[in-house]
Every structure is written in C-alpha cells, then in structure tokens.
Nanobody
Framework: QVQLAESGGGLVKVGESLRLSCTGTGRRAFSTYAMAWFRQAPGKEREFVAA????????YVQDSVKGRFTTSRDNAKNTIYLQINSLKPEDTGVYYC??????????????????WGRGTQVTVSS
C-alpha cells in the first residue's frame, strides 16, 4: 500500500509555469510502482495526463499536452513531478497522481490504478 500526496498547485496566469509534486509513503519500494498524473475539470471526467515507469526511464504524455507537460521522478525522494509550461485556461482542474502496483510503463486508464492522492487544484486565469 502507498499513500500519495500532491502539492504545488495554485492560481496562476496564462503562460506561466507550475511544477506539481506527488510524494508516496509506504513500505513497498516506490520504484516498483508505475505512476501517472490525471486531471479533472469541473463537470468533466477525469482524464489522463502523463505516466512514468517505475525506474523513470520511460514516460509519455497525452497528445494534447505534448510540448508543454513533462513528468519525471526521483525515487530517492519517493516523488514524481509534473512540469507544466505555458499554462492555458483549459488546464484548470484538480490534478491527481496515481500508482499502479503492477509496475510497467503506466496505463492511461483510470481503472488500472490502485492508489490515488487527494489532488491539488490548478487554476489558470486569463
């Protein structure tokens, strides 16, 4: 089992950047989990943003955010990151991190993840 806690959200202006963090705590080695970021805008379903393998050697992002979003991890700190550049109003939402205990690359499907953080709010003002 792993407990996840996101941080780094806030109110920002269009074009600015943010770095979100997600730290995991638990007995099992953090590096054994594939991790992902999802986001949920008001009134919409939760959508996949990015995923990263346990080692951090492989990662990918949703096509619509390529070039602006990148994900990374530091297993020594039990933390993954989501760097968001050139923020747009449509990036507004609650951002969640999730852990897949099966490892692997990480799936874009919500249902594949065993553990979730409570989320961090990102609001982009124009």
């Amino acid at each position: 089992q792993v407990q996840l806690a996101e941080s780094g959200g806030g109110l920002v202006k269009v074009g600015e950047s943010l770095r979100l963090s997600c730290t995991g705590t638990g007995r099992r080695a953090f590096s054994t989990y594939a991790m992902a970021w999802f986001r949920q805008a008001p009134g919409k379903e939760r959508e996949f943003v990015a995923a990263i393998s346990g080692s951090g050697g492989n990662s990918y992002v949703q096509d619509s955010v390529k070039g602006r979003f990148t994900t990374s991890r530091d297993n020594a700190k039990n933390t993954i990151y989501l760097q968001i550049n050139s923020l747009k109003p449509e990036d507004t939402g609650v951002y969640y991190c999730a852990a897949d205990s099966r490892g692997g690359l990480g799936s874009p499907r919500v249902i594949e993840y065993d553990y979730w953080g409570r989320g961090t709010q990102v609001t982009v003002s124009s």
